[in-house]
């Protein structure tokens, strides 16, 4: 074993200058922006500004709460503010029970503004298949669940100005529904059609709807992969909202060393420049957020620099935000957990406390389970590129005997610091599992788990560390220990980490678990989760 460091910074140079008439909680700048803006997994985004502030969702899928709301003042720096819905009940999977919903569970979500209320929609990818609609006054406050109604896969709200409501959705052929004026559900003999048929070129992936109204015309954003071709963002448009529409390759650009951008929306700022948020597979990371500006040309809303490419680096206004990030530090000292922190599926929240141990988190065990992939209350943060490093600080004394706790850098492929009591004492073991999913239910059938190393552990508490380096062609992680929070000892072997497209569809998150394989648990206690980019 060998001492441990981080040994990598990361420096972005930004030229600044102070803006007058400034907002009373930060400071307006002109500041040179690195691509990617969000260099984390937020996939399927939906943008829409009100007013000065911009607000964004996107896809956590199995992950709960659900539906995370993110704000920005400068499409830059974002943070969140709530989500959508605390957990989701449509089958007993969301619970862990009768198999599983990872890479199901909430997709592609749209949002949308109108005369003071927000709307959201979005389709689970998994059984009974019926959309959501929530809404709210207050996009950091409770959602309220307007409607369950048909199925819209990858769907984009557009609210039109006549007061009409529209969906538009579909992969392959994209359709368009008419809804209710009250959002309750399709609207009897209203618009139902089929309004953008791929042509011929079209010969692989054709879906992700996104759709504005500008000047009149009609644009939806759909994402296109023709077969043996890079993926790349389209733009169809039209006069009226049946079509015709025509099209036109807006965005088909290399990025960072990675084949492909593409999927994502059209936002306008205050100052009328438009910007698409498009995001891009980067490997074990997930699905990171490019910003690009647009350049309307010939009526159509081109993104890139001014030859079409995803620009390294932008220049604009930006107006930093406070707590702006994916991933944030927490001590639990207030009596809550931050904003940011997931949990595996549904929680059991009788089984979770920071209140039986003030300043600590604790996680009881959560009935039986065989492995990490069916232990509740695991709960978990993104993930930043191009490194970070995240620890937990952990007190072990309520475990008992057929107890596993730790740590892990998590997804369907994961690595873990594994925290093992037999009976007979406990041992540290660092371990790589994969789990195989199948059906019924998307069930656990099998999972796959190897031993790299093991040490034998004598104190109560316990710092594990898990160092993520995602720079291209890494995506590496590396795991150590410490028995006092001082001296720190490798342990195991760095764990390749992948974008999993088959099971978790995310990328690699950090993660806290506690589970038993008896049935006869006991608890563990965090003292603090340290997060360093």
């Given at each position: 074993?060998?001492?441990?460091?981080?040994?990598?910074?990361?420096?972005?140079?930004?030229?600044?200058?102070?803006?007058?008439?400034?907002?009373?909680?930060?400071?307006?700048?002109?500041?040179?922006?690195?691509?990617?803006?969000?260099?984390?997994?937020?996939?399927?985004?939906?943008?829409?500004?009100?007013?000065?502030?911009?607000?964004?969702?996107?896809?956590?899928?199995?992950?709960?709460?659900?539906?995370?709301?993110?704000?920005?003042?400068?499409?830059?720096?974002?943070?969140?503010?709530?989500?959508?819905?605390?957990?989701?009940?449509?089958?007993?999977?969301?619970?862990?029970?009768?198999?599983?919903?990872?890479?199901?569970?909430?997709?592609?979500?749209?949002?949308?503004?109108?005369?003071?209320?927000?709307?959201?929609?979005?389709?689970?990818?998994?059984?009974?298949?019926?959309?959501?609609?929530?809404?709210?006054?207050?996009?950091?406050?409770?959602?309220?669940?307007?409607?369950?109604?048909?199925?819209?896969?990858?769907?984009?709200?557009?609210?039109?100005?006549?007061?009409?409501?529209?969906?538009?959705?579909?992969?392959?052929?994209?359709?368009?529904?008419?809804?209710?004026?009250?959002?309750?559900?399709?609207?009897?003999?209203?618009?139902?059609?089929?309004?953008?048929?791929?042509?011929?070129?079209?010969?692989?992936?054709?879906?992700?709807?996104?759709?504005?109204?500008?000047?009149?015309?009609?644009?939806?954003?759909?994402?296109?992969?023709?077969?043996?071709?890079?993926?790349?963002?389209?733009?169809?448009?039209?006069?009226?909202?049946?079509?015709?529409?025509?099209?036109?390759?807006?965005?088909?650009?290399?990025?960072?060393?990675?084949?492909?951008?593409?999927?994502?929306?059209?936002?306008?700022?205050?100052?009328?420049?438009?910007?698409?948020?498009?995001?891009?597979?980067?490997?074990?990371?997930?699905?990171?957020?490019?910003?690009?500006?647009?350049?309307?040309?010939?009526?159509?809303?081109?993104?890139?620099?001014?030859?079409?490419?995803?620009?390294?680096?932008?220049?604009?206004?930006?107006?930093?935000?406070?707590?702006?990030?994916?991933?944030?530090?927490?001590?639990?000292?207030?009596?809550?957990?931050?904003?940011?922190?997931?949990?595996?599926?549904?929680?059991?929240?009788?089984?979770?406390?920071?209140?039986?141990?003030?300043?600590?988190?604790?996680?009881?065990?959560?009935?039986?389970?065989?492995?990490?992939?069916?232990?509740?209350?695991?709960?978990?943060?993104?993930?930043?590129?191009?490194?970070?490093e995240g620890t937990v600080k952990i007190d072990i004394s309520g475990m008992k005997a057929g107890d596993r706790a730790g740590f892990a850098a998590w997804n369907g492929d994961a690595g873990l610091l594994t925290i093992a009591d037999d009976g007979n004492g406990r041992r540290l073991v660092a371990q790589t599992a994969s789990v195989a999913l199948g059906e019924p239910g998307h069930a656990v059938t099998a999972v796959e788990t190897v031993d790299t190393e093991s040490v034998t552990l004598e104190h109560n508490e316990v710092w594990l560390r898990i160092n993520a380096d995602f720079r291209p062609g890494t995506d590496t992680a590396t795991f150590s220990y410490s028995?006092?929070?001082?001296?720190?000892?490798?342990?195991?072997?760095?764990?390749?980490?992948?974008?999993?497209?088959?099971?978790?569809?995310?990328?690699?998150?950090?993660?806290?678990?506690?589970?038993?394989?008896?049935?006869?648990?006991?608890?563990?206690?965090?003292?603090?989760?340290?997060?360093?980019?």
């Amino acid at each position: 074993m060998k001492k441990n460091s981080l040994g990598i910074a990361f420096v972005l140079s930004v030229s600044v200058l102070f803006m007058p008439g400034c907002s009373s909680h930060s400071e307006t700048l002109i500041s040179s922006v690195e691509n990617p803006v969000l260099w984390a997994d937020v996939p399927d985004p939906d943008v829409i500004r009100v007013g000065d502030d911009f607000y964004m969702v996107s896809t956590t899928m199995h992950l709960m709460p659900g539906c995370p709301v993110m704000h920005s003042k400068d499409l830059v720096n974002w943070r969140t503010i709530g989500y959508v819905f605390d957990r989701l009940e449509d089958t007993p999977r969301y619970d862990l029970e009768g198999g599983t919903v990872y890479g199901k569970g909430q997709w592609a979500t749209s949002i949308r503004y109108r005369d003071g209320r927000f709307y959201v929609l979005f389709s689970p990818n998994d059984q009974p298949y019926k959309s959501y609609i929530y809404t709210t006054t207050d996009p950091a406050g409770k959602w309220e669940l307007l409607a369950r109604t048909d199925h819209f896969h990858d769907a984009s709200l557009l609210l039109d100005d006549d007061g009409r409501n529209y969906v538009f959705y579909g992969g392959g052929d994209i359709r368009l529904r008419e809804l209710k004026s009250d959002f309750s559900g399709v609207e009897p003999g209203g618009i139902d059609t089929v309004v953008i048929h791929p042509d011929s070129s079209e010969t692989g992936l054709h879906e992700g709807s996104r759709v504005i109204k500008h000047d009149g015309k009609y644009y939806a954003f759909v994402i296109s992969w023709p077969s043996g071709e890079p993926r790349r963002q389209l733009c169809y448009r039209a006069d009226s909202i049946t079509g015709p529409y025509e099209k036109m390759v807006v965005l088909q650009s290399e990025f960072g060393g990675f084949p492909y951008v593409g999927q994502g929306c059209l936002v306008d700022d205050n100052d009328g420049n438009w910007w698409g948020i498009i995001f891009q597979d980067r490997g074990g990371v997930g699905r990171i957020l490019t910003l690009n500006p647009a350049t309307w040309t010939d009526g159509w809303p081109m993104l890139g620099d001014s030859i079409g490419h995803v620009p390294s680096v932008i220049t604009k206004k930006t107006e930093p935000l406070p707590h702006s990030g994916v991933a944030m530090s927490d001590d639990f000292a207030d009596g809550r957990k931050n904003i940011l922190w997931q949990w595996n599926h549904n929680p059991v929240d009788s089984l979770w406390s920071l209140s039986e141990r003030p300043g600590w988190l604790r996680l009881h065990t959560v009935g039986t389970a065989d492995n990490i992939f069916l232990a509740r209350n695991t709960i978990s943060q993104r993930m930043e590129g191009p490194a970070c490093e995240g620890t937990v600080k952990i007190d072990i004394s309520g475990m008992k005997a057929g107890d596993r706790a730790g740590f892990a850098a998590w997804n369907g492929d994961a690595g873990l610091l594994t925290i093992a009591d037999d009976g007979n004492g406990r041992r540290l073991v660092a371990q790589t599992a994969s789990v195989a999913l199948g059906e019924p239910g998307h069930a656990v059938t099998a999972v796959e788990t190897v031993d790299t190393e093991s040490v034998t552990l004598e104190h109560n508490e316990v710092w594990l560390r898990i160092n993520a380096d995602f720079r291209p062609g890494t995506d590496t992680a590396t795991f150590s220990y410490s028995t006092d929070g001082a001296e720190w000892y490798e342990i195991g072997k760095p764990f390749k980490m992948r974008f999993d497209y088959r099971r978790f569809f995310m990328g690699t998150r950090f993660a806290i678990f506690n589970y038993s394989t008896t049935g006869n648990g006991g608890y563990i206690d965090i003292d603090e989760f340290k997060y360093k980019k």
